[in-house]
């Protein structure tokens, strides 16, 4: 039930751009986007639901495909403090406290 | 506002041995989860609380206990510490959901020799 992300790690140029997924094998009602850096807490990001917008601020935004079961999360123009670890988390129904997180995306962004 | 606040950030146990990881919020949110953190597995849920006094059971439990006397405190407790708990534990808070926005502490990092 564990949601499967890709890349497991990207490095980037600053200034590139980069995109995760987050793939579920189940209907999804929600995504979640946290950033952990190195040996630091987890921040959250943005939360897509089904049926709803895609979100975004500045240069980090999110998509939500419910019938692809996947979620993509897009980085423009890469800025050093990007560099982590993104995790996605998923729901498969509304208020159910049974999330699950993926293993992780590790983007590296060098000058 | 401190936030969330987990103690202690480093701890080295003994199989057998047990002890409680603290965890505080003063944000006033109701909800508080407990995580743990192992390399290649993602975070995983270990027990849960939707206010005070209410606590249920989340991916990975056993060998955990939790209690919520308070909406500020949600520490855990390790019974019989084994070398399979060996890990980075998160505390999470959240106002308007379990899952939504939820702010986490720093981690305790747990070694069981």
């Known amino acids: 039930q564990q949601p499967v992300q890709s890349p497991q790690a990207v490095i980037l140029r600053e200034g590139e751009d980069a995109v995760i997924n987050c793939s579920s094998s189940k209907a999804l009602y929600s995504v979640h986007w946290y950033r952990q850096k190195h040996g630091e807490a987890p921040v959250f990001l943005m939360i897509?639901?089904?049926?709803?917008e895609q979100k975004g601020h500045e240069k980090i935004s999110a998509s939500f495909n419910e019938k692809k079961q996947q979620s993509s999360l897009y980085l423009t123009a890469s800025q050093l403090s990007y560099s982590g670890t993104y995790f996605c988390g998923t729901e498969k129904e509304y208020n159910n406290n049974d999330m699950r997180f993926g293993a992780g995306t590790r983007l590296t962004v060098k000058p | 506002n401190a936030g969330v606040t987990q103690t202690p950030k480093f701890q080295v146990l003994k199989t057998g041995q047990s002890m409680t990881l603290q965890c505080a919020q003063d944000m006033n949110h109701e909800y508080m989860s407990w995580y743990r953190q192992d390399p290649g597995m993602g975070l995983r849920l270990i027990h849960y609380?939707?206010?005070?006094?209410?606590?249920d059971q989340g991916e990975v439990p056993n060998g955990y206990n939790v209690s919520r006397s308070t909406t500020e405190d949600f520490p855990l407790r390790l019974l019989s510490a084994a070398p399979s708990q060996t890990s980075v534990y998160f505390c999470a808070s959240s106002r308007d959901g379990l899952y939504n926005e939820q702010f986490f502490g720093p981690g305790t990092r747990l070694t069981v020799l």
């Open positions: 609380s939707v206010g005070a006094g209410i606590t």
């Open positions: 897509l639901l089904k049926g709803g």
